[in-house]
């Protein structure tokens, strides 16, 4: 049996950060071989596979390597793949008030950004979007510097929402505050899809119902605060904000 010789190749050098990297093996001596290759700040951080697969979501340059045994002995090879940064923007949004349309606008996180921007209404290359209803928005935002792209999603709320029972002509919401549950009441039959959002727009839990009424339990990862319930059928979409007190 021949001392290995490690040698591997992957389908990218550069990559956009949470996008995977394919490694091939290319070692000399693959009779009876094992590997074990590492992956700085990778998922996973290791593997045993011979052609591994593996997503960085850490910008930066990260040190790959790969460690090929057979019973002749051990050879090593180190290598290194850089995952570039995403786009990063900062928002502000105003919700709708009674008879006042809500707004969005977004800011890039760096000075000397190029980003274009292609918004859920069809708006591209803007950065504010005005006269919005409630509902939920998606910005998908490309650094055109780099090619790298990242989804955003906003809520423009009902301002008009206080504690309490929360009542619209079409759907009814309780208890307001609520702890463990909520019920869903909608004066429409049929197939409804609801998307619970926290007050920064992720998004939290989806629930899909069919009927007029759903109790929803609000699972562990709700803290005590503002959230936001985006409710649709096939013909309306409302958003509504409810309180969880823990």
Known sequence: TE???AAFSSNAN????????DFTDQSTSVTDMTYNWTFENGTPATSTDANPSVTFDTPGTHTISLEVTNAAGTSILAGSIIATPLPGISETILDADGPYLGSISVVPSEDEADYSYAW???DNDVTELTDLAPDTYMVEV???KTGCTKSFSYVVADQNTGIGDIAEYNFVVSPNPA???IN?????AGKHWVEIYNNNGQLIQTVTFTGNNAR???EGQYA???YLINIKTDNTSSVRKIFVER
Not at 184 to 188: L, R, S
């Open 3 to 5: 001392l290995p010789i």
């Open 14 to 21: 550069e990559v956009c950060a949470g996008e995977s990297v």
């Open 120 to 122: 859920s209404t069809g």
């Open 224 to 226: 005590s605060g503002i």
């Open 184 to 188: 869903i009441e909608h004066k429409e």
């Open 142 to 144: 490309t650094d055109n």
């Open 179 to 181: 702890n463990s549950f």
């Open 216 to 218: 929803i339990e609000l």
